[in-house]
């Protein structure tokens, strides 16, 4: 089955981590897979164009069916592999509507957070100005302590929709764990830190860690002083 599955992928991408976690808990390893090149522009080539024809990463494609939203593609691969690996979608009404509820705010986490990171990235020299930045680093403080406070209510170890590991973790945790790269203090945001450390231990997560973070261990200090 993960033989006729085939993702185009750039190493540290959130979106991208998302569709590998996914990939491993549903015990699809095995899936054709291409690292591409951010720097050198991969992926705007031929090759992603076809599948995506916004020139993004991921692309995938599962047979003739492509799938290149990060999260589109995991909810697939959730329906499609049901009784495979592990289920990610709890039954409990509570905990499933949690889980929707915080898949959808972990877009808003994830803009958030690029548009401090990726400042200088998305907006032009001549255009950049220190007050909007700083509006953007208050605005992604305001979203880290929403977070620290669900995390809060949860309780010790829990996971970010109650105790058992689900589509939200698969889709926010790569966005958990580009915060730390970028130096996010996880004695300020302890509870970020704690599920920072008890989800990067999971076999999934192992084993789709971006390569170049483990190249280079040192990751950034832009969100030190956050
Ligand atoms: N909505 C897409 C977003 C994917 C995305 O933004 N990918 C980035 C890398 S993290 C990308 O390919 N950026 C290049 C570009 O937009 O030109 C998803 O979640 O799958």
């Keep these: 089955m993960a033989q006729d599955m ?26 054709n897979q291409k690292l591409l090149s951010f720097e050198k522009m991969e992926h705007k080539s031929q090759e992603v164009i076809d599948i995506n ?3 993004q990463l991921p692309s995938f494609k599962h047979g003739d069916v492509i799938v290149n939203e990060s999260y589109a593609a995991c909810f697939y691969l959730e329906s499609q ?4 690996g592990n289920k990610l ?5 509570a905990e499933q509507a949690l889980m929707y509820q915080r898949m959808f705010e972990g877009l808003t986490f994830y803009e958030k957070l690029n548009a401090v990171i990726y400042y200088n990235w ?4 001549g255009e950049r100005h220190d007050s909007a930045l700083n ?16 995390l809060q209510k949860l309780g010790s170890g829990s996971h970010l929709a109650g105790p058992s590991f689900s589509l939200v973790d698969v889709t926010v945790f790569p966005t958990v764990a580009t915060l730390f790269r970028f130096g996010l203090s996880a004695e ?13 231990e999971r076999p999934s997560v192992k084993a789709s860690w971006p390569p170049h973070w483990l190249e280079n261990l040192k ?4 969100l030190k002083d956050m």
Excluded at 89 to 93: N, T
Excluded at 122 to 125: C, D, L
Aim: charged fraction near 25%; include cysteine; charge should be neutral.
């Design 188 to 200: 300020k945001y302890p509870k970020l830190g704690e599920y920072y450390a008890l989800l990067k």
């Design 135 to 150: 509006r953007n680093r208050e605005a992604l403080v305001t979203e880290l302590n929403l977070w620290e406070g669900y």
């Design 6 to 31: 085939t993702l185009l992928w750039g190493s540290g991408s959130p979106p991208c981590w998302r569709v590998m976690i996914a990939l491993e808990e549903k015990n699809l390893q095995g899936y």
């Design 89 to 93: 979608i709890p039954d409990s009404p």
């Design 219 to 222: 990751g950034q200090d832009t």
């Design 81 to 84: 592999f049901k009784s495979q």
């Design 122 to 125: 998305f907006v032009p020299e």
């Design 53 to 55: 024809p916004r020139g």
